[in-house]
């Protein structure tokens, strides 16, 4: 096959680490193709509205936050936010339970009313102490002590990775925060908010943006490589694929969804169970850190997705063994995991005119603002090495 044509940059992935790199590299004059073997942009952040009339992330809760200024000012250009109340519960041992563990939580384990004094008390008799703790159970048991480890994160943890939270980095366990006063918000960062009209629309206003680029949906790589010269590749698919999988799969955990939708008289005798007329279940997410139950959490995106339609979706997300014919959700957050992707590191470092970005590409468990920083930088890079080799 001869070449459709020649392009300065092949960006390969239609996510935030592709499309961000490309609505850059595109104003600063640079002509750029982007494909995506899936039929839609966004990459795991896509969204949709569904039959329902919901707006669901398929690939997983995608709940934008970050601690960066620049970051919210750069996706700004491309979107308004929607305030977003990040507020979960924990369902286990029948009953629903306030998460991440804070006092309320407390209080609903003691069974009476207490204070921050009180849980603090608590908290300093039950934990065990680890100056540098070395994997999740260890930062776990130093943070909240025995009896909350087990029933919030042990099982969760378990079913999430298949791995003991003994056999993962402290950073796996420590995203989620632990407060002894009363914030209840999931997240930690400074700016929690969605995209007003969502991911996927906020991601065709930033190709709307970015002169020239060309989409090309439900291509892969290897094809693109064959259709289109290019002087410089970015690639933010699994860097292991890139190379053929030479040193063996990388791991990697992936997930299977679950949707259901209901009508508004199907809510309205769930109103007892939910606490809030219209919707199925408490909170947008709920999850089940218990062993004999096989989801790891349910998803109802109408509590913070806005507008709200009469039914309710919700998604059941299932963690799975991760094969070839899988998608690669999550990369393994563990000392085994990570040496076997140095190996690869090593090949990307030295593979010419080629830049690998992303979540998948790089091997790191990153969130969307930390991708879209990446993104940016390797762009930034890319714009003044190019400029100045005309
Ligand atoms: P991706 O979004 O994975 O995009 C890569 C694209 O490349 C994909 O569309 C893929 O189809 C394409 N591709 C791969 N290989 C090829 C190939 N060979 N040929 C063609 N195309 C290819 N982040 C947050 O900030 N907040 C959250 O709440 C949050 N929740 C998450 C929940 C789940 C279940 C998951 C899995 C992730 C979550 N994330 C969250 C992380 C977020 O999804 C990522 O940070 C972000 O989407 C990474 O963007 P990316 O462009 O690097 O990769
Ligand atoms: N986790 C847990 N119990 C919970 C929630 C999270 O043990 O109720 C642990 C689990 O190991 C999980 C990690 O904390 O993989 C990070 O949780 P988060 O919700 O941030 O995961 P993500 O949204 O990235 O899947």
Redesign the pocket.
């Known amino acids: 096959m001869s070449p459709d044509s020649s392009v300065d940059f092949l960006i390969v992935g239609a996510g935030f680490s592709g499309l961000v790199a490309a609505e850059r590299l595109s104003n600063a004059g640079f002509r750029c193709v982007v494909v995506d073997q899936r039929e839609h942009l966004g990459g795991n952040a896509h969204d949709r509205i569904d039959a329902a009339g919901v707006r669901v992330h398929d690939y997983?809760?995608h709940y934008f936050r970050t601690n960066s200024p620049r970051i919210v000012e750069y996706l700004s250009k491309f979107t308004g936010w929607l305030d977003a109340d990040y507020k979960i519960k924990?369902f286990t041992d029948d009953r629903y339970w306030s998460?991440p563990v804070n006092l309320n939580t407390f209080e609903e384990l003691v069974g009476h009313p207490a204070t921050t004094a009180d849980f603090e008390t608590w908290l300093s008799a039950h934990r065990i102490p680890a100056e540098h703790p070395r994997n999740?159970e260890e930062l776990m048991l130093s943070i909240v002590g025995p009896e909350l480890y087990r029933k919030?994160?042990?099982g969760?943890?378990l079913k999430?990775?298949r791995r003991h939270?003994r056999e993962?980095d402290p950073s796996?366990?420590g995203?989620?925060p632990v407060r002894t006063n009363r914030d209840d918000r999931?997240l930690a960062e400074e700016f929690q908010a969605l995209p007003k009209e969502g991911f996927t629309a906020m991601f065709q206003r930033m190709l709307d943006a970015s002169p020239g680029v060309e989409l090309h949906l439900g291509v892969d790589f290897e094809e693109a490589r064959r259709r289109w010269h290019h002087r410089h590749l970015i690639f933010t698919g699994p860097v292991d694929q890139y190379f053929g999988r030479r040193f063996g799969a990388l791991p990697y955990r992936s997930l299977r969804f679950e949707h259901e939708s209901f009508t508004r008289e199907q809510l309205a005798a769930r109103a007892a169970v939910s606490g809030k007329p219209g919707f199925w279940q408490p909170a947008v997410q709920v999850?089940y850190?218990a062993a004999d139950v096989p989801h790891t959490r349910i998803l109802e995106f109408k509590h913070i997705t806005g507008p709200l339609p009469e039914g309710s979706t919700i998604i059941r997300e299932f963690p799975k063994d991760w094969t070839p014919d899988d998608e690669p959700f999550?990369p393994v957050p563990a000392a085994d995991a990570k040496a076997a992707y140095r190996r690869y590191a090593e090949l990307a470092a030295a593979e010419e005119n080629t830049s690998f970005i992303g979540r998948l590409a790089t091997y790191r468990?990153y969130n969307m603002d930390q991708v879209t920083g990446m993104a940016l930088a390797e762009a930034e890079r890319l714009i003044s090495r190019y400029s100045t080799h005309a």
Do not use: A, H
Request: proline share 13%; hydrophobic share 25%; net charge neutral.
């Open positions: 997983g809760p924990s998460f999740s919030f994160y042990e969760y943890t999430q990775w939270p993962l796996v366990c995203r989620v999931y999850n850190p999550y468990y």
